[in-house]
């Protein structure tokens, strides 16, 4: 069983900062990516950024680049999304995602959190 627990949302004012956590648990063999992606209401989900496991590689959608940082503690197996500069239009439910086996033998399989709410409102 593979569980990711999203945390650390809440109500910010624009320019204020936001740091959200992604814990994984459960059965992991190896891990391949983390994501994090937005989904603000009435719009479909948006791809934010990506911590590839192995290397450390990131990547970062157009709209978040040099405000959002990903970042990753190995040892916990979580992930972490640092927000700065927040603007209104960052208002969206925040979730994240991992590409994992579980085991040697195991395909790569997407799991996703229950997502965090964040707002960004004066």
């Known amino acids: 069983q593979v569980q990711l627990v999203e945390s650390g949302g809440g109500l910010v004012q624009p320019g204020g900062s936001l740091r959200l956590s992604c814990a994984l648990s459960?059965?992991?063999?190896?891990?391949?990516?983390m994501d994090w992606f937005r989904q603000a209401p009435g719009k479909e989900r948006e791809f934010v950024a990506r911590?590839?496991?192995?290397?450390?590689?990131?990547y970062y959608a157009g709209s978040v680049k040099g405000r959002f940082t990903i970042s990753r503690d190995n040892a916990k197996n979580t992930a972490y999304l640092q927000m700065s500069g927040l603007k209104p239009e960052d208002t969206a439910v925040y979730y994240c995602?991992?590409?994992?086996?579980?085991?040697?033998?195991?395909?790569?399989?997407?799991?996703w959190g229950q997502g965090t709410q964040v707002t960004v409102s004066s």
């Open positions: 995602n991992a590409r994992l086996k579980k085991s040697l033998s195991d395909r790569f399989d997407t799991y």
């Open positions: 459960g059965s992991i063999f190896s891990i391949d990516t």
């Open positions: 911590f590839i496991w192995s290397g450390g590689s990131t």
